[in-house]
């Protein structure tokens, strides 16, 4: 076995080899001085000042731990330090063995300003923006109307009454599930947390109101704590942040889907009012009421324009009219047929006396004939036909039969 082991194995105690009191208590006091002189920051849960020393006791700002502070001058100790300021303090951590006590040694205590808190809201406040928690492209919109609203604020305060009353004056249907928590101090934040994320988890809840009646910057601090505020940023329902404080507003507004000015304009932000919106409905019957009027006698018009009209007041008058026109220009082209045959008709009877004064018959009505052998041809040369021979003779009305004589002498 090494030295370091057997070293290390000789400071643990046993049933067998118990430390007594002494070595335990100078083993603490060891330890405890190791640690030298640190910087810690917490809320005065009292403090007692004198002229030479000061005693108190300072309390963790988020979980419930304490410790005792003392010390023996007061030189770099603000005098007017009290009960509930929120401290800075250089503090060596000392244990006295005698009565087994753990104190810590003021060295230096300074209050935290309020430039010094404004500083870091600013801060968290552009980191905020940085990652986009503030961007308005993330904001929800609000339902028109919630089917429940989450309340969050204190017990019996101004602000929970203003909210509850106003949203009921708006709308006497309006439905809350109110959560209590502190709204200010250190132990706040993580109540406020808390409802949250149990009316983020309820699928009845439409709509978040956190809400407080305003207060004084550090009264008002809770709503700027970091984790608070990313809460707020991440819950799936939207979120009004009803603070009620115009000036040095907290980080909370940035990051809520719609920061309202008081608990009472929460109220009228998030549920519609009852009669307003019947007036509306009113208004808008009344519209349609008068755009149907107003459609109905523009077609009435129109039907009896139309109506008005001849063809529509006679329709057998189109008819009429164009059995007129229809009338006239049948009657216009028998005229033109009519002159047409006439002038045909002349034409033709030109033509017929013509033919008639060129016709054979015309000639055999002067009294001459035609003189056809039996073969049918004409004979125009007496000396070209025997004697004896048949002839047909046609004459102006009917034919002869004939036959040629002997020629005479003196004929010829």
Do not use: C
Not at 12 to 27: D, Y
Not at 143 to 168: H, M, R, W, Y
Not at 203 to 211: L, Y
């Amino acid at each position: 076995m090494s030295d370091f082991a057997v070293n290390d194995a000789s400071k643990v105690s046993s049933e067998q080899s118990p430390w007594p009191v002494s070595r335990l208590s100078a083993t603490l006091k060891d330890w405890i001085e190791r640690l030298g002189y640190l910087w810690i920051e917490g809320e005065l849960a009292s403090i007692k000042i004198g002229p030479s020393n000061m005693f108190g006791e300072l309390r963790d700002l988020q979980q419930e731990n304490s410790v005792s502070i003392h010390s023996w001058s007061v030189a770099k100790i603000p005098a007017d330090l009290k009960q509930g300021d929120r401290v800075l303090a250089l503090i060596k951590p000392a244990f006295w063995p005698k009565g087994g006590k753990l104190t810590m040694q003021v060295v230096e205590m300074r209050k935290v300003g309020l430039g010094e808190l404004l500083e870091r809201i600013e801060r968290l406040r552009a980191q905020l923006t940085l990652e986009g928690l503030t961007a308005i492209e993330r904001k929800q919109p609000l339902p028109f109307l919630p089917n429940k609203i989450g309340l969050i604020t204190g017990k019996d305060s101004d602000a929970e009454k203003d909210v509850l009353q106003n949203a009921k004056l708006r709308w006497p249907d309006v439905q809350f599930r109110v959560i209590h928590t502190l709204v200010q101090g250190e132990k706040a934040a993580p109540e406020v947390i808390a409802a949250i994320q149990t009316l983020d988890a309820d699928p009845e809840v439409d709509v978040i109101i956190i809400a407080r009646g305003g207060g004084s910057f550090l009264d008002l601090m809770v709503f700027s704590d970091e984790n608070l505020v990313r809460t707020a940023a991440n819950a799936k329902t939207p979120i009004v942040s009803a603070i009620g404080h115009e000036n040095d507003r907290p980080v909370l507004d940035d990051v809520a889907d719609l920061r309202a000015s008081t608990p009472t304009d929460a109220a009228k932000r998030v549920v519609p009012d009852v009669e307003e919106e019947r007036h509306k409905l009113s208004q808008s019957l009344q519209r349609i009421r008068l755009r149907v009027a107003d459609y109905v006698s523009s077609q009435a018009s129109l039907i009896e324009q139309l109506r008005s009209r001849p063809i529509l007041a006679n329709p057998h008058s189109f008819i009429e009219s164009q059995e007129l026109e229809l009338s006239r220009w049948l009657g216009a082209i028998r005229d033109r047929l009519s002159q047409q045959l006439d002038r045909e008709e002349l034409g033709l009877s030109h033509l017929r006396q013509q033919v008639r004064s060129l016709s054979p018959q015309s000639t055999l009505d002067r009294g001459y004939s035609v003189v056809r052998d039996a073969a049918g041809h004409v004979i125009s040369d007496a000396d070209k036909v025997a004697a004896g021979t048949k002839l047909q003779v046609r004459l102006a009305k009917g034919e002869l039969a004939v036959v040629a004589e002997a020629k005479s002498k003196s004929s010829k």
